[in-house]
């Protein structure tokens, strides 16, 4: 009897060590850290053999112009990136330098210029430009078919049609984040943080889209907010969010104890702060990367994240603009600028 009562005892201890050993093994893990580098390198990488093999078959090198007005020192140091990532894949590159006293006609003069230049394939004027220059108007002075920001107002409708386009490069650069690593997006909710033209509006509609269109979307349900939205309707979108993507600018405005178990957070934010440790300033988001990332699923880091991805992108865009994949009838790229 005792013999067996001992056996029993034995018994439910190994079975109660297996079951611990089970829960512990089936605890979440955090977040898988996205690496924006590794993912842009991989698409700079395809993007050199398609540059190579456009070459091969005996067309021109693609070439890229990047105005720079003024000495905005983050300006500099974006610019910079594009052209070492143009000279990497193998498309040749110009900075046009001009001081921030331009007038906005001179200005208007320059773009016309390399508008007309068939040597230039793909354009940009970096942003963001003195107070006195109307920033719209020379995003539509560009021509469509080589504005490879996809900020003139021809693509931006394209975009918003489900058209194929020139894609600004951030809200292409997140997309390609989310189809690369695999996050599901139809049927999900999504939250965007951020109603910016250039970068929350354009994520949303690639978010939102029909996935059978000429310019496939995301088949998501999204919701965007913006400064006006009070921090406990935030809090009330971003809890049911599959998909969050912080683009508003606001250091640490997505803490931990907002987001569901399993989310994937995108970070597109760049704020500057000073760090209180060294006395220097540093990169950060719009996301509390550390406490975030022990709730979520995928979490994508600043620095290192989606910026690598949007300059990537970028060269996407130079070799549409050298293959002319993006056809606009001139006549009517004019009419509607003009209007």
């Given at each position: ?30 977040a ?20 190579e ?52 006609e001179?200005?208007?003069?320059l ?18 430009l ?35 386009t ?22 999900k909710n ?25 310019r ?38 997505i803490t931990a104890?907002?987001i ?18 060294t006395?220097?300033?540093?990169l ?40 002319n ?15």
């Amino acid at each position: 009897m005792m013999a067996t009562l001992r056996a029993l005892r034995k018994l439910c201890r190994h079975s109660h060590q297996q079951t611990c050993s089970l829960h512990l093994s089936s605890s979440r893990q955090e977040a898988v850290i996205i690496s924006g580098r590794k993912l842009a390198r991989q698409i700079r990488s395809e993007a050199r053999a398609d540059v190579e093999d456009w070459v091969a078959a005996g067309n021109r090198r693609p070439h890229l112009s990047v105005v720079l007005v003024g000495d905005n020192p983050a300006s500099h140091s974006y610019v910079l990136n594009k052209t070492r990532a143009a000279a990497e894949v193998g498309i040749s590159s110009e900075t046009i330098l001009k001081p921030s006293s331009i007038s906005e006609e001179e200005l208007l003069d320059l773009i016309t210029k390399l508008n007309t230049d068939h040597r230039v394939d793909g354009l940009l004027v970096q942003l963001p430009l003195p107070d006195h220059i109307d920033e719209r108007r020379v995003c539509n002075a560009v021509c469509p078919g080589k504005d490879v920001d996809g900020f003139h107002v021809v693509n931006v409708g394209r975009m918003c049609l489900d058209q194929s386009t020139m894609l600004p490069a951030t809200p292409w650069g997140v997309w390609e984040i989310i189809k690369r690593t695999g996050i599901q997006t139809l049927g999900k909710n999504v939250l965007v943080a951020g109603r910016s033209k250039n970068v929350g509006m354009p994520i949303a509609m690639l978010l939102h889209t029909d996935g059978r269109h000429e310019r496939p979307g995301g088949d998501a349900t999204v919701t965007i907010s913006h400064r006006y939205t009070p921090r406990e309707q935030l809090r009330q979108h971003t809890k049911i969010a599959d998909i969050i993507v912080a683009a508003a600018g606001i250091p640490n405005l997505i803490t931990a104890d907002m987001i569901k178990e399993g989310a994937a957070v995108i970070d597109v934010g760049i704020n500057r702060i000073l760090d209180p440790l060294t006395g220097k300033n540093r990169l950060v988001g719009d996301v509390d990367f550390e406490g975030v990332r022990k709730k979520a699923s995928f979490i994508t880091p600043v620095p290192g994240g989606v910026g690598p991805m949007t300059v990537a992108m970028l060269m996407k865009n130079t070799i549409k603009a050298a293959k002319n994949v993006i056809l606009t009838p001139p006549q009517r790229v004019r009419m509607v600028a003009s209007s």
